[in-house]
């Protein structure tokens, strides 16, 4: 068995219903939900989008949103200003483009405004099934915690590693594992290494077995 099957046996255990933590309802609210998370917690987008989605339930609606209000909505979250301006246009696009559905291409999603290549991957897998590796903050420090990536190694390199090792088919639920467990175990600061059944194969220089209150 590889070190990356290990792993997943291990998550698998603490995390059997890990998911995505954004509300939404539909792809629409998951594909703006996930723009607006960047440099953001999912909990802060939470706290926003309520109000958000029940002036703007549809691309129609948002497309056609005053920028301002737009901006009273969702002042909470960082770097609102820029956000509110790119979902607007997202918005827009959707409906010129794409007949006010979400695509399923990854090159579709990448053009619209405020949409990488995290952003996309979240949705490919999450509102449409097609296997997909999305590199966020947390999963990019446990894939260089547990050995998988290199601590200098770009999100698009980490991705690529991960895609290598990790099953084909369990990437969608690994990605969401990985989330879980980067955000409730292994914190960027104070890692719970005290309580890790990983800590035998952990690379982390400053990893700390005593339990700190």
Same mark, same amino acid.
């Given at each position: ?65 005053? @920028?301002? !209000? &737009? #901006? ?12 509110? =301006?790119?979902?607007?246009? %997202? ?63 770009? @999100?698009? !390199? &980490? #991705? ?12 969608? =639920?690994?990605?969401?594992? %990985? ?35």
């Amino acid at each position: 068995m590889t070190k990356a099957e290990d792993i997943l046996l291990v998550l698998d255990h603490m995390f059997p219903d890990a998911h995505v933590e954004l509300n939404h309802r539909n792809h629409f609210e998951l594909l703006i939900a996930v723009v607006l998370s960047a440099q953001t917690t999912d909990v802060g987008v939470n706290k926003a989008t309520p109000q958000l989605f029940e002036k703007y339930p549809t691309p129609e609606k948002l497309a056609q949103a005053d @920028v301002l !209000e &737009i #901006e009273r909505l969702i002042k909470t979250i960082g770097l609102y200003r820029n956000k509110a =301006k790119n979902i607007k246009m %997202l918005a827009q696009d959707l409906v010129e483009k794409h007949s006010g559905e979400v695509p399923n291409r990854r090159e579709a999603l990448e053009a619209l405004p405020g949409v990488g290549r995290k952003t996309a991957n979240v949705v490919l897998s999450n509102a449409f099934g097609i296997p997909a590796l999305a590199v966020d903050t947390h999963v990019a420090r446990v894939s260089v915690r547990l050995g998988l990536a290199k601590e200098n190694d770009s @999100v698009f !390199e &980490i #991705e690529k590693k991960l895609m290598k090792k990790l099953p084909k088919e369990k990437w969608q =639920k690994a990605h969401h594992q %990985l989330i879980f467990f980067g955000r409730y175990h292994c914190l960027a600061k104070k890692p719970k290494c005290y309580a890790c059944p990983l800590i035998k194969i952990c690379t982390y220089k400053d990893k700390n077995l005593t339990k700190i209150e």
